[in-house]
């Protein structure tokens, strides 16, 4: 630890009973799951970033447990009853993060989900169109009745060109990440848990009462520790199975008169858009080439942009004069196991990651499991 430190900063700053590495929406959950169940806890979370890396600040903030066409996928990969659980856990983490923060605190909005399709998509959208009885059923008792229908009569108020058919989720919200993340963190700091920004772990070194957390801020000591930073998890833990995912966003200046509200699920999701303060927000393309986004550097891709800039030229705006104002990109981690990986990976050190592009839905509880997983512990 440099000398620079004083006596009270050693005794007072470094040694936690848990430290959780990443500040994103899991790992703020935990936190606060851990301090609200046991208040005496003396808990730190050290984020690498001046705000949050990853995606929890840099997502679309859509308030979603899945298009038809992204079930149908989930399905083939889970089974029936496997995706009526996943299904479940998003829609109840989604509850969880309203409950906790409220929805007026997070800007949530309830104005309804759409899955576009192309007039010349016809067997993927036949193949949707048939499949909405089957996912109403699925998700009656936990979501609601009739999630999904047949919404062709609202593509001519959408302005959208090239839509053959849409699919609607009458339940489908979206939220502001921004509000959500800062409540997320006020909450947090006022039970008590320190955050510590700019500060990244190199290293882990087990002990036999606890881990040593070394930084270049310092070295920290605790007894447990939980890993929540996603897809930057093999920078600490190299052998988990995480592959992951850049996704680039553009957003437009404000639109006057702008006809779109709701989220859009385009192309079976690999593309997403929505309005937010009178302006159009796409993300996506990471199908364009999927070895190009597994990487965890943010930044853009010539290839990504024109695509994004095209689908909102020629679909989604395809009679309005527009200008993007910026744009920015986030990682996120995916697995072939869609649910997330939540376990004490070695003695009294925990990971909860792999949220598999459904961080906001899924978040809430994946930080309240790796939780409640600790508290056994104790």
């Not at 430290?19 to 899991?26: A, K």
């Not at 605190?105 to 899955?115: A, H, N, S």
């Not at 502001?176 to 772990?201: E, H, P, R, W």
């Not at 957003?251 to 509200?261: H, M």
Request: aromatic share 10%; proline share 3%; with cysteine.
């Amino acid at each position: 630890m440099p000398t620079a430190f004083s006596y009270w900063e050693k005794e007072s700053f470094f040694t936690y009973d848990i430290i959780i590495i990443g500040s994103g929406i899991v790992g703020l959950n935990a936190a606060i799951q851990l301090k609200k169940t046991v208040p005496t806890l003396k808990i730190a979370i050290l984020e690498r970033g001046f705000l949050p890396s990853g995606a929890s600040t840099k997502n679309a903030g859509f308030a979603c447990f899945g298009s038809i066409s992204e079930l149908i996928e989930q399905e083939e990969c889970t089974g029936l009853d496997g995706l009526a659980l996943l299904i479940e856990k998003r829609w109840k983490g989604l509850i969880k993060l309203r409950c906790l923060l409220g929805d007026k605190t997070i800007d949530y909005q309830c104005l309804g989900g759409y899955e576009l399709f192309k007039i010349d998509d016809i067997f993927l959208a036949d193949t949707c169109v048939s499949k909405i009885e089957h996912f109403n059923r699925l998700i009656n008792d936990v979501v609601g009745a009739n999630a999904f229908g047949l919404a062709n009569t609202k593509i001519g108020s959408f302005g959208f060109g090239g839509i053959g058919t849409l699919i609607e989720n009458q339940y489908e919200a979206q939220i502001d990440s921004g509000k959500m993340m800062f409540a997320l963190i006020q909450y947090a700091q006022n039970l008590g848990i320190s955050i510590f920004n700019n500060c990244t772990v190199d290293e882990i070194q087990p002990e036999i009462s606890g881990s040593r957390l070394l930084t270049k801020n310092g070295n920290f000591f605790c007894k447990q520790v939980v890993i929540t930073t996603n897809a930057f998890i093999k920078d600490l833990l190299p052998d988990v199975d995480i592959t992951p995912g850049r996704g680039q966003v553009l957003i437009t200046k404000p639109l006057k008169d702008l006809k779109i509200a709701g989220t859009f699920h385009y192309d079976s999701g690999f593309y997403y858009f929505r309005n937010i303060n009178g302006r159009i927000l796409l993300g996506g393309g990471r199908n364009i080439d999927f070895k190009a986004e597994e990487t965890t550097e943010f930044g853009q891709t010539e290839a990504v942009q024109q695509a994004l800039e095209d689908l909102l030229k020629n679909v989604i705006l395809p009679k309005v004069n527009y200008e993007i104002d910026y744009r920015w990109s986030g990682i996120m981690a995916f697995g072939k196991i869609l649910e997330p990986l939540i376990e004490e990976i070695k003695p009294n050190i925990f990971c909860a990651t792999r949220c598999n592009g459904m961080g906001i839905a899924i978040g809430s509880q994946t930080g309240e499991d790796v939780a409640n997983l600790l508290l056994k512990r104790l």
